[in-house]
């Protein structure tokens, strides 16, 4: 069964800290890892990572993936309030139309003033 | 001129009633989904339609029948409704291809089962 883990399940920091958000996965037929953030109501899309090694950056946020550890991270510098949501790490299984996600659980993270 | 916009976003009703909630997307995408997430945020997919044709059943009850009249819309009717249906069910669409499944999400429907 394919399987999407998310450590921490939720962080609680402080304005102007840095933090690292890991996902880690078992699946068969991996196309590529997504990571989405959610406030409070729909999740929207920040990268998607299909190679390894290679780093995606936006702003503060940055990801990049190990295919060889099965594993991404999410790193954000500079953390603020704004911050704070429950991010999704997803990876993509299958292709075309029959192309399909597998959400992990999520982790939750509060950035204090 | 919201991308996937989903009616309702709230609905409370009684156990053992049907209810509907409807999907639109303006993004040209070819692939809707509709997701369910639980009281602890896991989002799961329950189905996906491609150019109006069913491609992903998950276990899902057969009280869940989605239908789409056209690639741009997509339903979600809840027969017989439970408690245990209390959820928010987000809806997403995308263009699947070489490129990616990147999904673009609906703000969500809350449904509460009393």
């Known amino acids: 069964e394919d399987k999407v883990v998310q450590s921490p399940l939720s962080l609680v920091v402080h304005e102007g800290d840095t933090v690292t958000l890991n996902c880690s996965y078992e699946?068969?037929?991996?196309?590529?890892l997504l990571w989405y953030k959610q406030e409070k109501k729909a999740p929207t899309f920040l990268f998607m990572l299909?190679?390894?090694?290679i780093e995606k950056k936006s702003g503060r946020l940055s990801s990049i993936l190990d295919k060889k550890e099965l594993s991404s991270i999410l790193n954000i510098t500079a953390t603020q309030t704004g911050d704070s949501a429950i991010y999704l790490c997803?990876?993509?299984?299958?292709?075309?139309?029959?192309?399909?996600?597998?959400f992990g659980k999520g982790i939750t993270l509060s950035v204090r003033p | 001129d919201t991308a996937v916009s989903q009616t309702p976003k709230y609905l409370v009703t009684q156990m053992g009633n049907d209810k509907s909630i409807k999907c639109e997307q303006n993004l040209g995408h070819d692939t809707m989904y509709w997701y369910k997430q639980d009281s602890k945020k896991f989002l799961k997919i329950m189905f996906s339609y491609n150019n109006k044709e069913l491609i992903i059943n998950e276990t899902v009850p057969n009280r869940f029948s989605p239908k789409s009249p056209d690639k741009a819309h997509l339903n979600l009717h809840i027969n017989s409704l439970e408690l245990g249906d209390s959820a928010v069910y987000f809806c997403?669409?995308?263009?699947?291809?070489?490129?990616?499944?990147?999904?673009?999400f609906g703000a969500g429907t809350r449904l509460s089962v009393l």
């Open positions: 699946v068969t037929n991996f196309r590529s």
């Open positions: 997803a990876v993509e299984k299958g292709t075309g139309a029959n192309s399909k996600l597998t």
């Open positions: 997403a669409s995308s263009h699947p291809g070489l490129a990616g499944n990147i999904q673009y």
């Open positions: 299909t190679s390894s090694g």
